[in-house]
């Protein structure tokens, strides 16, 4: 029998050799664009279940810009959208997790695309740069090949357009039709002359429709001083969902870019979002959701990195701004001008599930999003009909779904815990106890809202504490209920 330490040497090639059997398990994927709006996947790693495939067709509108613009975009203009549209795409049909009961998950995946651009040189330069973006906002390990050779697309050659509606210019902002985008756009209109150019991507027909119905109806009430820039982008044909990555952590970075190309296309330096302080610095709700795990796509370091890709690449100054990073949801619909037009509110969209095709409602009521609207509502007293929710999570002791009482529950949780928190004696150094990123994210904080480090950690404190009112309240409703119940 060999001794202890000989049966160590002799087994630990073999760890070793599990440990990288391990690591190369990670998905893999390789996507191949072409100019000819065609695009090929292939796998490697533990992706013998994911089938390469071959002319994938995409489509998106960029005419729309020219139209709108009536000129021509530049071809480094068109080099960006291009970027955009593939990672994007390289993000959905590159799926987290194998089908199968035996089958091993993997977040974090392996995403290698090759693109054509016609500025070969200036998109090398970034490389690095854009592929820290995109590791920060998916946590993949990506790895953007440009090469020479893009064909020229019918926006950037045509030099005439018939002309889609009249241009304003102004200020330019994104607008996804949710509760946040109309709370922006609505403060923004009543508290300034400023005209807006709305930019919105959309991928389906109910999301089309419901941005329609809610700019039309701001376009009635602030006339003349509000365009808007609608970019339609997708798949050509209908796909299997259930095949496709649902996280969609790419879907930021794509419409900001639209919002980029956009404010470029009119000589302007600042792109606007409007997002929530919960929302932008997104927490964990607990400790099972760990990095990317929350969306990252209007966290300050999302939107400063990108205005410096911009700039890098443009070599012109230009920021994306959050002005209601240290708002809540409820505070940001208690502003003045969305008082007035608070009938308008119940147009948006909030869903996580949205555009929820299985229920007439656009929204299940149940996610963490259709519960942080409703906690905002309630606190900016907005009447909102609970029957625009398939759930009503206020009217039921119990639900029939166990799984519908998660979100609730797990929210509650993470409320009491920063009730706790932020009731000690040093409530900023307690919170960045409990939750390292927040501390992680307080330079790039300071520097989008333009404070010193101390008073971006104080608005935080505010922040966290005017939300966890917001929700005790709304919570109360719920307890209320569930009384009423178990005494009938």
């Not at 089958?103 to 392996?110: M, V």
């Not at 039309?216 to 982008?233: G, N, T």
């Not at 100054?317 to 940001?332: H, V």
């Not at 928190?421 to 300071?446: I, T």
């Amino acid at each position: 029998m060999k001794p202890l330490f000989e049966q160590a040497l002799s087994t630990k090639p073999k760890a070793q050799a599990r440990r990288s059997s391990s690591a190369l398990s990670r998905p893999e994927f390789r996507f191949q664009f072409g100019s000819d709006w065609r695009f090929s996947r292939s796998c490697a790693g533990s992706n013998g279940w994911v089938p390469p495939f071959e002319d994938q067709d995409f489509d998106a509108d960029l005419d729309t810009f020219a139209r709108h613009f009536q000129r021509p975009l530049s071809s480094l203009q068109v080099d960006l959208l291009w970027l955009g549209l593939a990672v994007y795409f390289a993000d959905r049909f590159a799926p987290r997790r194998p089908f199968g009961l035996n089958a091993s998950p993997h977040w974090r995946r392996s995403i290698r695309v090759s693109i054509p651009v016609s500025h070969y040189g200036q998109w090398l330069a970034v490389k690095s740069q854009l592929e820290e973006i995109l590791s920060f906002l998916t946590e993949d390990d990506w790895e953007i090949d440009a090469r020479p050779g893009r064909q020229q697309t019918n926006c950037e050659s045509q030099q005439w357009w018939k002309h889609a509606e009249t241009q304003i210019g102004g200020r330019f902002a994104l607008f996804s039709g949710g509760l946040d985008s109309l709370a922006g756009v609505l403060d923004q209109l009543g508290t300034s002359a400023h005209p807006w150019t709305l930019i919105s991507g959309q991928t389906n027909t109910r999301m089309k429709a419901k941005q329609q119905d809610c700019v039309m109806s701001i376009r009635q009430r602030f006339p003349e001083v509000v365009a808007w820039l609608p970019v339609e982008y997708g798949m050509k044909c209908k796909l299997d969902a259930s095949a496709m990555e649902p996280t969609q952590r790419t879907r930021a970075f794509i419409h900001v870019i639209l919002g980029v190309v956009a404010a470029l296309s009119s000589s302007a330096c600042e792109l606007h979002l409007f997002e929530n302080g919960i929302g932008g610095f997104n927490l964990p709700v607990d400790y099972s959701q760990l990095g990317s795990q929350t969306s990252r796509g209007t966290h300050p370091a999302f939107l400063n990195r990108m205005a410096g890709l911009v700039e890098k690449v443009f070599d012109t100054p230009f920021r994306i701004m959050n002005p209601y990073l240290f708002m809540t949801k409820g505070q940001m619909c208690s502003s003045a001008s969305v008082q007035r037009n608070s009938d308008l509110v119940n147009l948006t969209f909030s869903c996580d599930r949205f555009p929820n095709y299985t229920r007439k409602e656009y929204q299940c009521g149940v996610c963490s999003s259709c519960l942080l609207r409703r906690v905002s509502t309630h606190a900016a007293q907005i009447n909102e009909p609970a029957s625009s929710y398939s759930t009503d999570i206020t009217a039921h002791a119990r639900l029939s779904r166990g799984a519908d009482e998660m979100a609730f529950f797990r929210t509650s949780s993470q409320a009491l815990e920063m009730r706790i928190l932020l009731d000690s004696s040093d409530p900023w150094n307690a919170l960045c106890g409990a939750y390292p990123w927040l501390r992680k994210s307080l330079p790039e904080a300071a520097q989008q809202s333009g404070t010193t480090h101390d008073e971006a950690a104080a608005r935080i404190v505010s922040l966290y504490s005017t939300y966890w009112k917001e929700w005790e309240c709304f919570a109360s409703l719920r307890s209320s209920s569930s009384q009423l119940a178990l005494s009938s």
